[in-house]
């Protein structure tokens, strides 16, 4: 066994040698990666083909006819044919617009004169006593024979405010206050005693169904 040598009193111990660390080598350097090959772009979708409509076929002037038993009149013709020159409008569509006006109308007629008939105070069996008395207050004061009067009953009848009920309820009740100057059941002054089919009555013109 080997025994340590001792100390020489008063001598001062040689301090250890450090270790010397060995050099540390440098990791070889990791080659540059590679640079990301550029995306090519995929080729793009072909636009679908997208039939041209062929230009609407805007006419010189409007062939337009009307409808068999409508109310509608020369103006109204004219009117949508204004109306489809300015929208650029082929001739097709110019009818179709003058057609659905013309049902529309009588679609609208027909509503008034189911609700006028079914009016508490003038409607049923009072129907046509309100109209003579409409017709008397409208005679007093727009004459049929006026060019006004012509003019009011002709958009009433077309329109079929004719049989809206606040029109026949005002009328009728004028005409109940300028008094009973007919009888009640269908004459009216100048008509020289022809009885007005219940559906002439009012305005003059034919009720719509």
Known sequence: MTTPAAATPGSTPAPAQAATPAAATPAAAA?????????TPAPAAAAPAVATPAAAVVPERYELTLAEGTLLEQADVDAIA????????TNEQAQSALTEYGESLSAQSVAFRTQLEAHSEIGGTNLEAAQIQANRALDRFLP???????????????????????VVLLLARIGKAMGEDTPVGGLRAGDGGAKKSHAEVLFGGAAQS
């Open 31 to 39: 080659p540059p990666a590679a640079a990301p090959a550029a995306a």
């Open 144 to 166: 049929a024979d006026s060019a006004e009067g012509k003019t009011f009953r002709s958009q009433m009848t077309k329109t079929g405010y004719g049989n809206w009920t606040p």
């Open 82 to 89: 204004q109306m489809a020159k300015t929208k650029g409008w």
